[in-house]
T-cell receptor
């Protein structure tokens, strides 16, 4: 049973460019959340998707957007990249509702130069 | 707002030493509390959790007790192994929210 898978594993982009990161949830999970983890910091919540809609959002600008597909997979898009967007981007999946533990992928390491 | 504060790292111990990583939180109501572990090059794995005051979460020899009076959830292990070397994150989940709030993490290195 595959867990949460993310692609690509590493990515290098230039300031001003746009990037798309992808996530496939653990089998049977219906909810996908995205987190940004800067070097030496804890993960910060970006947003959560359920039934193809953004359900909750953290304190991130509109440059960060997402999408969830009917098969529950998800994409994170970041426009107009800044140097400060360099981080590990983690996807986590779960069943909707309190008490359902999050299962994290190994992340995508984004470097903006 | 909600926040989690962990002890500053890094922490370096010898094998079989006792481990404590302090974690305190600020939240309204009664959040659920978690410890996650991140091994090098990997994502986060849930280590243990507690959902109400005085609950004790435990897994793989690690324990943490939800103390509402001190707003703490300290992680302990009686005898660490080299394989426990990782970064440990304390986190809370506020009731009615799906958003995990993490501390900054504490890096643990266990030497043989």
């Amino acid at each position: 049973d595959a867990g949460v898978t993310q692609s690509p594993t590493h990515l290098i982009k230039t300031r001003g460019q746009q990037v798309t990161l992808r996530c496939s949830p653990k089998s049977g999970h219906d909810t996908v959340s995205w987190y940004q983890q800067a070097l030496g910091q804890g993960p910060q919540f970006i947003f959560q998707y359920y039934e193809e809609e953004e359900r909750q959002r953290g304190n991130f600008p509109d440059r960060f957007s997402g999408h969830q597909f009917p098969n529950y997979s998800s994409e994170l898009n970041v426009n107009a990249l800044l140097l400060g967007d360099s981080a590990l981007y983690l996807c986590a999946s779960s069943f909707l509702g309190q008490g359902s533990p999050l299962h994290f992928g190994n992340g995508t390491r984004l470097t903006v130069t | 707002g909600n926040s989690v504060t962990q002890m500053e790292g890094p922490v370096t111990l010898s094998e079989e030493a006792f481990l404590t990583i302090n974690c305190t939180y600020t939240a309204t109501g009664y959040p659920s509390l978690f410890w996650y572990v991140q091994y090098p090059g990997e994502g986060l794995q849930l280590l243990l959790k507690a959902t109400k005051a005085d609950d004790k979460g435990s897994n793989k020899g690690f324990e943490a007790t939800y103390r509402k009076e001190t707003t703490s959830f300290h992680l302990e292990k009686g005898s660490v192994q080299v394989s426990d070397s990782a970064v440990y994150f304390c986190a809370l989940l506020q009731g009615g929210s799906e958003k995990l709030v993490f501390g900054k993490g504490t890096k643990l290195t266990v030497n043989p």
